[in-house]
Nanobody, 114 residues
Framework: QVQLVESGGDLVQAGGSLRLSCAAS????????MGWYRQVPGKQRELVAA???????HYADSVKGRFAISRDNAQNMVYLQMNSLKPEDTAVYYC????????WGQGTQVTVSS
């Protein structure tokens, strides 16, 4: 049973900001590296940001300097602060372990207008 709930997606103008949230079950979150992925139609899902249980972070080059991932280990929450958004950031965003298991949540749609 998938226990990942993403939220916070919206329609925003280029240059704007959004904060995504992910509530994960303990079995998925516990002691694991967590990540935010995104997918656009016709393309493979890509990992854009990851955070270890000790809060070491890694970012894809396309979002480095604009996105910030964080986690709350007490609440099993993962966050993605997205700043200086670009139209090419438009996608469905998902959170999951890194590497991910087969099951995914429903994702949250981020649309950036030019």
């Amino acid at each position: 049973q998938v226990q990942l709930v993403e939220s916070g997606g919206d329609l925003v103008q280029a240059g704007g900001s959004l904060r995504l949230s992910c509530a994960a079950s303990g079995s998925i979150f516990s002691l694991n590296t967590m990540g935010w992925y995104r997918q656009v139609p016709g393309k493979q899902r890509e990992l854009v940001a990851a955070i270890t249980r000790d809060s070491n972070t890694h970012y894809a080059d396309s979002v480095k300097g604009r996105f910030a991932i964080s986690r709350d280990n007490a609440q099993n929450m993962v966050y993605l602060q997205m700043n200086s958004l670009k139209p090419e950031d438009t996608a469905v965003y998902y959170c999951n372990r890194v590497p991910p298991p087969p099951d995914w949540g429903q994702g949250t749609q981020v649309t950036v207008s030019s």
